[in-house]
């Protein structure tokens, strides 16, 4: 790449249940790290052209859900050779049943084979530890295994993962339909997703609320703020390495 070349991010950063406010200032602040970056802001997947035309596609995102046409643009988007690096909630489809529970509708298929996991449930947040799967590869080397107070993500797994930091956990989902997780296997946190010539970067850390958030669920004022990955330096060692990692094409 060109020294004097610059690269254009189209930043995807809209959705439910989560402070998208504090989520899309924090990535514009590490974007900005970079003077060579030049950002495009979206609530949604609609403007093609312009995604086509991004080095690199970045979203923190809940209940955002992708026409199928653009489902398939975005799968040819990174097939192509770029990479996607989506942070959070960006394979969440949430349902609010009138029983008080929590469904994950799979009703955007191809989006969540490019994504690689379709977000099913998750305990009730609380401290966990972080593991690193693969030690040697230079998005997560020289982390180390650190503590989270976040939501742990229980996912439905599409295709073969490359994990780079997974956790461990057995147990309830309390409020969620899918609310029994027996299986003691690995849950990824952060994996590569390779498709076509291109990679999906995909981790699932960073949950954060503010007291406005939940309003549409009838709570004027949520009272506690909540910021999970965000106060730890980690996240933000993972979040800058992502980052960099991405504006080189995966082709190239």
């Known amino acids: 790449m060109s020294e004097h070349r610059t690269t254009n991010v189209y930043l995807v950063a809209a959705g439910?249940?989560?402070?998208?406010?504090?989520?899309?200032?924090?990535?514009?602040?590490?974007?900005?790290?970079?003077?060579?970056?030049?950002?495009?802001v979206a609530q949604d997947y609609h403007d093609l052209d312009a995604i086509n035309a991004a080095d690199y596609?970045?979203?923190?995102?809940?209940?955002?859900?992708?026409?199928?046409?653009?489902?398939?643009?975005?799968?040819a988007f990174v097939a192509g050779g770029k990479r996607w690096f989506a942070l959070h909630g960006t394979n969440s489809i949430l349902k609010f049943l009138a029983?008080?529970?929590?469904d994950a509708p799979e009703i955007?298929?191809?989006?969540?084979?490019?994504?690689?996991?379709?977000?099913?449930?998750?305990?009730?947040?609380?401290?966990?530890?972080?593991?690193?799967?693969?030690?040697?590869?230079p998005l997560v080397e020289g982390i180390g295994e650190f503590e989270t107070d976040d939501e742990l993500y229980l996912c439905r797994?599409?295709?073969?993962?490359?994990?780079?930091?997974?956790?461990?956990?057995?147990?309830?989902?309390?409020?969620?339909?899918?609310?029994?997780?027996?299986?003691d296997v690995s849950r990824p946190v952060y994996y590569i997703n390779k498709i076509g010539?291109?990679?999906?970067?995909?981790?699932?850390?960073?949950?954060?609320?503010?007291?406005?958030?939940m309003q549409s669920l009838g709570m004027p004022y949520y009272a506690k703020i909540e910021r999970g990955s965000w106060q730890l330096p980690q996240y933000y060692e993972l979040l800058r390495r992502g980052l960099k990692y991405c504006a080189t094409p995966a082709a190239a």
Do not use: S
Not at 16 to 40: G, M, N, P, S, T
Not at 69 to 75: H, T
Not at 123 to 129: E, N, S, T, V, Y
């Open 157 to 183: 797994i599409h295709g073969k993962l490359h994990t780079l930091l997974d956790t461990r956990y057995t147990g309830d989902a309390k409020g969620f339909v899918a609310d029994q997780w027996d299986d």
């Open 197 to 213: 010539k291109g990679e999906v970067l995909y981790l699932n850390l960073g949950h954060c609320r503010g007291h406005y958030d």
């Open 99 to 102: 029983d008080g529970r929590v």
């Open 57 to 75: 596609l970045l979203t923190y995102t809940c209940n955002v859900v992708p026409t199928e046409a653009e489902q398939k643009a975005l799968k």
């Open 16 to 40: 439910d249940y989560h402070d998208i406010d504090f989520a899309r200032l924090e990535l514009l602040k590490l974007l900005a790290e970079d003077e060579r970056v030049r950002v495009r």
């Open 108 to 137: 955007a298929p191809i989006l969540m084979e490019t994504l690689g996991t379709q977000f099913i449930a998750h305990p009730p947040i609380q401290p966990f530890k972080v593991r690193v799967a693969d030690p040697t590869h």
